[in-house]
């Protein structure tokens, strides 16, 4: 499992003052707000103190240490911001999407491998799986009635699902 993991991206500044304006991979921009330290590298090496974390439509506005003006912060601008894992409580049963990337896709009943997972991304709805097939994409809806279980635990890991 990945130490860091990717919790956002720095999508353009805000002000004179160095402020970023993150989109946010978190469950929500309130989850993102709630961390003390980000990282501008998914190896953890360029840590960085959050300063100040506000929402606003949506978006996280961030101000962390060693970002002082806009010329500054536009460097920054398409960089991805990472997270250390024992940073972040997460619920029983709850998993982070940084350690399903790449499992494998199998049917509940048949045991028949659909492909690997790719992306996970959000459609509003529900969380919408991305799925590669020998090079075809499909698109599943990550909702109860289809995703029977994740297996994290075994090799090989799994993703199980059942045709609806």
Partial sequence: MKEYLEAGKIINKR?????????SYCDSPQAFCSFKRVFLDRDGKDERSVISA??????????????????????LRGKSLYIF????HIGEGRIFIDDIIGLQVKDADTGEVYGVLKDVFNSGASDILS???NGKEYLI?????????I??????VSLTMRKK
């Fill in 15 to 23: 002000g004179l003052s160095g402020e970023l304006k993150i989109e």
């Fill in 54 to 75: 506000k929402i606003y439509k949506g978006y996280v506005y961030l101000k962390i240490d060693g970002v002082s003006d806009s010329e500054e912060a536009d460097r």
């Fill in 85 to 88: 894992r024992n940073d972040v």
């Fill in 131 to 133: 799925i590669d097939r």
């Fill in 141 to 149: 809806p990550s909702v109860d009635e289809i995703v029977v279980s």
């Fill in 151 to 156: 297996d994290t635990e075994r090799y090989p």
